[in-house]
């Protein structure tokens, strides 16, 4: 669960970034999109496969030091 502790002097609105942010990075509305429906395991794979093309097309990554 994404907690956010709002300080004293911080207004509402930059609390509300920060909790979306922190949910973003956590995964739960992709989460929740994903299982918002069943999924076949042949859609689930055809998805997966799908996106594996996708992320081969765009190349080589550069290497890391």
């Not at 970034?17 to 949910?23: D, G, N, Y």
């Not at 918002?36 to 055809?46: A, I, L, M």
């Not at 997966?48 to 550069?62: E, M, Q, Y």
């Amino acid at each position: 669960m994404a907690e956010v502790i709002i300080h004293e002097d911080e207004n509402f609105e930059r609390a509300l970034k920060r909790f979306k942010k922190k949910c973003e990075k956590a995964g739960i509305l992709s989460d929740l999109r994903k299982h918002r429906h069943f999924e076949k395991p042949s859609e689930k794979r055809k998805r997966k496969l799908n996106a594996a093309i996708r992320k081969n097309r765009r190349g080589p990554r550069a290497p890391r030091r």
